[in-house]
């Protein structure tokens, strides 16, 4: 072999070596490609779960303070409800004035501070023990103004009856109705 043939030789080496080398980049550079490939379609399903779950708890962030403001609604609602349930509950005071053992008279007191139009006076299981004082329906009661009633008693009466009382304000639409239960032996004068 002549001088020329080792040069060429060496020359074919040297370029299969980096053709070799050349390959390993090619494969080292596809193999980069495709874990950026995977990393980057990776990173756009973590944005997008992101982003849903962004989106998720701004919805639920929306819903609570709706629920907190129906909640606040109603808690108000119940307020007013316990208010004006405490102010029927002063609205009529009551006052026996018999014995247990007769027809008792009683009297209903009005407490609104106000006129009101009596409406009725009645049991309020729709028994006839109690008995509205002639005049009574429909009759102006002023504030502090009284109206009577009578708590039948009999050897078939019963010891205690609750009374409904209802009334409709002079200003008003709908009629209001209050309940209370007497003894034969409550407040004895």
Known sequence: MDQSNWINLGILV???IAAIVAILQVVEARKARDESV?????AK???ARSLKASEDAAASAADSATAHQRIAAATEQQAEIARDLAARQDSW???NFGPANTDQHWEIR???GEPVRLLSITASDGSSWIVEDEGTNMRT??????AGFTFIRRFTSPAR???RVVWIGLHEQLPSSFEHTISATEGLT
């Open 14 to 16: 040297v370029a299969a």
């Open 38 to 42: 995977r990393a980057r379609d990776a």
């Open 45 to 47: 399903d973590h944005e």
């Open 93 to 95: 005071t009551f006052r």
């Open 110 to 112: 009005n407490n609104m």
């Open 141 to 146: 009661v002023i504030a502090g103004g009284s």
């Open 161 to 163: 009856i609750t009374v």
